[in-house]
């Protein structure tokens, strides 16, 4: 019940109207008796309406101001919004030996018969669908007044830390050495570039870090997108956050959604600049990309068997290569749907490109993680199929048919207000939200620091509560 007195107005009572004078007036009572209590009642009457007024006014059109540290403010339609440094989280990035960063892309370029350069500013990081840990590291080298609205504040004293960025370039270091290499001209006087040795050379640099001993390694966050990177000594950093593109890889005592995100891979082929319509969409399904994949990948082949003679569909298979990638851009943007199957992983870069490309992705990787879930439903924006569904001749053609023309112009609708977060490039995009998926974790990170340093560290033969296991059940079809 509450308590809480409500406030009234007082009653218009005979003590709250002023008696008449007693002493003898110029006119007769009479008038007097008439005027007096007209004049009084009229103003409570007229108060009380203006204020009833004023609430209803209030009620209905007031916008109260905002109070907070953030203050949001709208130039020439675009708008930013400027948070206190003092509220954000503060990250630390440790400032790596050369061989680490600079002298990857170093090592990567000479392996391919590049020419040594006089300066890191002249380096310039090979692009690949794996380019995230190259745009982060850059983000965290701009100047803080570039940085408006990042989740993150980087500080350049490691005691002002809540979180610790490891820059190493891993999954550039895992092919910096080519398969090849007996067809590079090597120098002999140059070691050839091993991952695993630099790798084994990272963990022990960090190990001497004093802020790497203080939490056993929770509050480190390393960026290992390609399936294959950090893999020599992962069981000794997966206390870390891990920035990956799936779990496919990772066993459920390395990864779990819990303490790590899920990075979309960049895009390849260039984003769709048109309207949503379905006019220049001739073609109903698209697919380009290797026929022949391991593990869940292998539902490629089976794919291409059920859907290389059906009409209205393109799916061919190539390479990565610019050729490739030029016919990839003008099929996806081009078509209505586009195909996406699990390769060696359950995740790809195809499924990014569709995305940009405002082509209703369709899905079929029964365990397939996603980036940033928490603000997108992936419902609004694809299809979901599962590979029994998928892999029915004529199933699949079958169910893109039925969906109508608004239905997926709803899809690229969606796939428009959801663009900006698989765009690595641009400032209100995949960076920054990047940053404030990592944010998000600190509350768990200091619970397990603190939980460490108590419990009696022993082999277990199930993951512990801490972890929350990748899918591994499977997907709703969603036609």
């Known amino acids: 019940m509450n308590l809480r007195p409500k406030l009234r107005s ?4 005979a003590l709250s109207i002023p008696s008449p004078p007693t002493s003898p007036l110029p006119y007769s009572s009479k008038s007097v008796l008439t005027k007096m209590p007209r004049k009084c009642l009229l103003r409570p009457t007229l108060v009380l309406a203006f204020l009833s007024l004023f609430a209803l006014y209030s009620f209905l059109f007031y916008n109260p101001p905002n109070y907070n540290t953030n203050t949001s403010i709208n130039l020439d339609n675009r708008s930013f919004r400027f948070v206190d440094d003092n509220k954000k989280v503060k990250i630390y990035m440790y400032d790596l030996p050369r061989r680490f960063t600079y002298g990857v892309i170093e090592s990567y370029a000479e392996a391919r018969g590049g020419e040594t350069v006089g300066s890191d500013a002249l380096l310039k990081y090979p692009g690949n669908q794996h380019s995230a840990e190259w745009y982060l590291f850059s983000d965290l080298n701009r100047p803080g007044d570039q940085r408006i609205d990042s989740a993150l504040t980087r500080v350049m004293d490691p005691e002002e830390a809540d979180l610790f960025y490891v820059p190493f370039f891993s999954s550039l270091s ?3 050495n080519p398969i090849r290499s007996a067809t590079v001209n090597v120098s002999p006087n140059r070691t050839v570039y091993n991952d695993e040795q630099t790798q084994e050379a990272l963990m022990e640099w960090l190990e001497e870090q004093v802020y790497w001993k203080r939490n056993n390694g929770w ?8 399936p294959n990177a950090l893999y020599k000594i992962i069981d000794r950093v997966k206390n870390g956050v891990l920035l990956v593109s799936d779990f496919g890889r990772l066993g459920a005592n390395q990864a779990s959604l819990v303490k790590d995100v899920i990075l979309p891979y960049s895009h390849r082929i260039n984003s769709y600049k048109g309207e949503i319509g379905l006019e220049n969409r001739k073609s109903l399904l698209f697919f380009m990309g ?22 209205e569909v393109i799916i061919k298979h190539g390479a990565q290569s610019r050729e490739s990638r030029r016919m990839a851009s003008q099929g996806m943007h081009t078509s209505k749907f586009c ?7 359950p995740s790809a870069c195809r499924l990014f490109d569709a995305i940009v490309s405002l082509c209703v992705p369709v899905i079929v990787s029964d365990y397939i993680e996603l980036p940033f879930e928490d603000v997108i439903d992936y419902r609004k924006i694809a299809i979901f199929l599962d590979t029994y569904t998928a892999v029915k001749p004529g199933s699949l053609v079958k169910l893109l ?3 109508t023309p608004e239905r997926i112009l709803e899809f690229q609708k969606e796939l428009k207000k959801v663009k900006r977060y698989f765009e690595y490039e641009e400032a209100n995009g995949t960076v920054k939200e990047i940053w404030r998926q990592v944010s998000l974790k600190l509350p768990l990170i200091k619970l397990m620091s603190n939980r460490d340093k108590r419990i009696v560290l022993r082999d277990l033969t199930q993951p512990d509560c801490s972890c929350l296991c990748s899918n591994q059940s499977g997907v709703h079809t969603t036609l």
């Open 401 to 403: 048919r039925k969906v």
């Open 174 to 176: 895992l092919v910096a």
């Open 290 to 311: 290797n026929r022949y994949r391991k593990e869940g990948g292998k539902i490629r082949d089976m794919l291409f068997q059920v859907l290389e003679n059906e009409q």
């Open 10 to 13: 007082p009653p218009l009572t």
């Open 219 to 226: 509050d480190h966050v390393f960026i290992c997108q390609d």
């Open 339 to 345: 195909l996406h199957p699990a390769g060696d992983t």
